[in-house]
């Protein structure tokens, strides 16, 4: 069965990652597993701090873990930098996406991998709007009888991670940069016009 329905829809065939980006995509998650060690422990000694008992011991073993893990983040950081300058072609696209407004150090380094790994499962033949239905931002109507005056959302059924950094990216457009003002009070005008 699984043999006929390759034969009749002749799919992709799987490529993996070019190494260079595999490798980047490795350093990438570890990164995020150590930021979320860091919020981890960060947590724990505001809560120690807020407790009417506490041992120095326990304090002093979260200030230590904390401050290692903020070493391992700046050593990670530094070499994922080494790794795109390494790699000049890497480093254009890198250039690219900065040019984008909200699109800055930590975000272009995850976008990079996420339209690498986008086009080696399309085949390079994936169009804007497929990008944007893979990663669950496609927008989602609400055509039930009883909800037809909902508003559309997004669909949400690609890569969260990849929506979540989009989304602080945007923020920071909005509360950073000139033209990412302009245009969201152009639409904040347009919205409250159609209302």
Known sequence: MLAHFGAVQQPFLWKPLPEEVAELESMLDRLDDLNGMLRSE?????????RNVCHKVSQKS?????????????????????????HTHLKEQVKNLKTVPGVGNKLSPHLLVAMHRFYVLTDCSGAIKVIAAYYGLDPQPHESDKSISKRPSISRQGDRHIRHLLYMGALGGIRGTIHCVHFTSDCLVEVRRLK
Request: glycine share 0%.
């Open 62 to 86: 979260i200030q230590d873990n904390i401050s290692y893990l903020q070493k391992q983040v700046e050593i990670l950081e530094d070499a994922i930098k080494n790794h795109i300058d390494t």
């Open 42 to 50: 960060q947590n724990r000694l505001e809560s120690q701090q807020n």
